[in-house]
């Protein structure tokens, strides 16, 4: 079985704030997982991934994430938000034995100026 | 350029009527997937498909149905069955059954009169 859970979900910043999001997740075998980016009236685009390799994962648009395994955690940061970040923030779990990922509710990340 | 294209971007019926919502792919992907998005709930499957010809009931398949007779083609018809179909409806595909990433189509937005 796997799930996802998105804690907070919406999440207020000031412009060159640090960005938190954050994502637990529970897996019986090792995840994949994900965060996508959704813009206002469009789709889900692919932020960053993690699939076992390095526990700290670079995505695009300064964003990374890290792989902790201890705490069932994969959250996402960023040191200095800017108002194009503004967005609802995705995180999902994808188990090797599942053909389709479980997505969270979603975070809506507000960034004010 | 590869992608998703889903079609039309708004759209609206009145109560009782059927609706197809188009989704293709230029990708060669296998597999393609609908999810229904509801604010607050992420994102839910409604329908998935691993081939041609072939498709299996996700999480909330009820007042649905989608049909598979190409590879690049995977519509679906909201039924009158269908009690609540307001919704943004997302098409997504992967490279092949289990391939971790999804890519996203720029999402239906339906509205119920």
């Known amino acids: 079985a796997q799930s996802v859970t998105q804690l907070g979900s919406h999440v207020s910043v000031s412009e060159g704030a640090l960005v938190l999001l954050r994502c637990n997740y529970s897996?019986?075998?090792?995840?994949?997982l994900f965060w996508y980016v959704q813009y206002p009236n469009q789709g889900l685009q692919l932020l960053l991934k993690?699939?076992?390799?390095?526990?700290l994962v670079k995505g695009i648009n300064g964003f990374e994430a890290e792989f902790k395994k201890s705490e069932t955690s994969f959250h996402l940061t960023k040191p200095s938000a800017h108002m194009s970040d503004a967005a609802e923030y995705f995180c999902?779990?994808?188990?090797?034995?599942?053909?389709?990922?479980?997505f969270g509710r979603g975070t809506s990340l507000i960034v004010h100026p | 350029d590869g992608g998703i294209t889903q079609s039309p971007k708004y759209l609206f019926r009145k109560e009782g009527q059927n609706v197809t919502l188009s989704c293709e792919q230029n990708?060669?992907?296998?597999?393609m997937y609908w999810y229904r998005q509801d604010p607050g709930q992420g994102l839910r499957l409604i329908y998935y498909?691993?081939?041609?010809?072939?498709?299996q009931k996700g999480d909330i398949a009820e007042g649905y149905s989608v049909s598979r007779e190409k590879k690049e083609s995977f519509p679906l018809t909201v039924t009158s069955a269908q009690k609540n179909p307001t919704a943004f409806y997302l098409c997504?595909?992967?490279?092949?059954?289990?391939?971790?990433?999804?890519?996203f189509g720029p999402g239906t937005r339906l509205t119920v009169l």
């Open positions: 997504a595909s992967t490279l092949a059954r289990g391939a971790d990433t999804q890519y």
């Open positions: 897996s019986s075998v090792p995840p994949y």
């Open positions: 993690y699939t076992s390799a390095a526990t």
């Open positions: 999902a779990v994808k188990s090797g034995g599942s053909y389709i990922p479980t």
């Open positions: 990708l060669n992907h296998d597999a």
């Open positions: 498909s691993q081939i041609v010809n072939d498709f």
